[in-house]
Nanobody, 125 residues
Framework: QLRLVESGGGLVQPGESLRLSCATS????????IGWFRQVPGKEREGVSC???????TYQDSVKGRFTISKDNTKNTVYLQMNSLKPEDTAVYYC???????????????????WGKGTPVTVSS
């Protein structure tokens, strides 16, 4: 059974860092794209970053230069390193998977097939 479990969220002060993990099971990162998304209560979910099976990465403009997505195929885990966090980064962060053996996924919300339950991130002084 395919499963994604996020971890690593928490409460930090502005300027600090967090590393989120998305542990996957039931899939191969060689055949799936994994995206990170976030959602603030009352607002729409938005894409943050995406990594394809061919290691093509994309970022939302607001996190470029601060966030880094990576993966460890041996651990079936995808990471989101978040540096220089800002209060506006506060949200519940989700990872999601898109079956994409050809490496063409754009990690659109509608295209993701499987979702984790999320991990909350709060950036506040």
């Amino acid at each position: 059974q395919l499963r994604l479990v996020e971890s690593g969220g928490g409460l930090v002060q502005p300027g600090e860092s967090l590393r989120l993990s998305c542990a996957t099971s039931g899939l191969s990162l060689n055949l799936y794209a994994i995206g990170w998304f976030r959602q603030v209560p009352g607002k729409e979910r938005e894409g943050v970053s995406c990594i394809t099976n061919r290691d093509k990465v994309t970022y939302q403009d607001s996190v470029k230069g601060r966030f880094t997505i990576s993966k460890d195929n041996t651990k079936n885990t995808v990471y989101l390193q978040m540096n220089s966090l800002k209060p506006e980064d506060t949200a519940v962060y989700y990872c999601a998977a898109d079956a994409d053996p050809f490496g063409r996924s754009q990690c659109t919300i509608s295209g993701m097939n499987h979702w984790g339950k999320g991990t909350p991130v709060t950036v506040s002084s």
